[in-house]
């Protein structure tokens, strides 16, 4: 029988978060990983898999309707792989790009399934490549690094990692035993209601009646969850654009999502006529040493409400948006069933009861796929484009920062109405000139940002604009 248990935090998060998806873009909760495994033997390849599902409980692991409202998960002690295997002759090198986009298109139940599915692809029996997808409702991004770079200990021959369960495969013997693995979701959930935990609550409501407060965006409507709304997405390509902002995080002492932020809160308080806005942060919640290794779903958004100030200079204005991040990414981890109760008493009631719509409207997340890192002398031109099929649902604004391979790819979603086209191609220029000008002039002051009149490189941003879908 699986072992019954309390969602995480960030399980909890994963799921409302997920729940208010329309059915028909359910696949969007999905992330894709590739793995080479050309010249590696099928035994071991299939034994290091097994060897991850044994270790890690969230490979194991269904959800199903809890007392009340409440999901709840269910451990298996033992699991098939779910992984279909498929033995041709692979001559496209881009084959598994296009195995990848097929596998992420296909929704997971929420309730009920195992949340996960691969394909693994051979050549006459000899292993090419393991396409996996996964829901965001058992892994976040980190954990799936995490769970390749045990994946390639186990297939280099080095000291491997031992079982979860006791019940180890017969196949997984073919692996030496060595570290146990880290916590599990579960241990988390239990360690997240224990007394010990109470002062990290406590402070991450008082966080929240803080922004509360202050006010949230008002600006920015919010929508009903699985409710559609007309939208528009524009994404900015560029290979030198993350290597330009780890320049500017080193010489002004932050982080780099830190940098990209700052002029995206820039642009977006500018077209908003305020002076102060509520930007919703990607928290990983794996600042603890022992949670760096958990698998599972860690990330939750946390609020950080900022001053704009148009008089302070560019170095000031950066430095401000990243401390203010750094604050708030000590909160980042709360019970977001509570948090709706917090802001029910504090009168922020949303009339549509969506509360993660109304929660975060504006939010802002910036990934680092793998590991390979931006190039600032890169000359490759940058790409612009409109989507021609936005999400139509969610929050109003929002931005996602994608490094993928050294280049960087930054997304921008929006409500037409608050942030027409032409805004949104302002806002997305705002992010590569203020980063231009916080390395060269830094001692500018933020009002001066937009009458420059400073040619931008077309490496940083094309000079010729795609039109908008009609």
Known sequence: MPVESPLSHGQLFSWREIERYPEDWLAEANLPTTWDLRGLPMGRVTAALERLVERH??????????????????????????????????????????????????????????NWRGRLVSTGGAPMYLTLAFSHLIVDLWSIHHLQDEFKALMSGAAALSPASPSASASSALLPVSPPPPPPPREMARRQREAAWLPRQEGAERHWRSVLADGLMDGLPTLPARVKGERLELTLHSRRLGGLAAEVARTHGVTAPAVVMAFVAAGLARHLGTDRVTMSLMSSNRFA??????????????????????????????????WAGTRAYRHGSYDVDRIAEVAEAAGSVPEHGCWINHLFRAWFNYIQVDRKPSDPADQTPAELAWTPLAQPYGQAFRVRVEVRGGRTGVLMLADPEVLPAPAMVDIMRTIPLGMQLALTDPGRALKDLWGTGEELPPSLFPSRLPEPPR
């Open 57 to 114: 409980e969230a490979l194991r692991t269904t959800y199903g309707p809890g007392a009340g409202a409440r999901p709840v998960q269910h451990v298996h002690e033992g699991v098939e792989l779910p992984i279909e295997r498929v033995d041709r002759i692979v001559t496209d090198p881009s084959e598994h790009e296009r195995t990848k986009a097929e596998l992420v298109a296909m929704p997971f139940a929420m309730a009920g399934d195992l």
């Open 289 to 322: 040493p022992e949670d760096q290794h958990l698998v599972g779903t860690m990330n939750q958004l946390v609020p950080v409400v900022t001053e704009v100030d148009r008089r302070a200079t560019l170095a000031e204005h950066i430095r401000r948006l990243h």
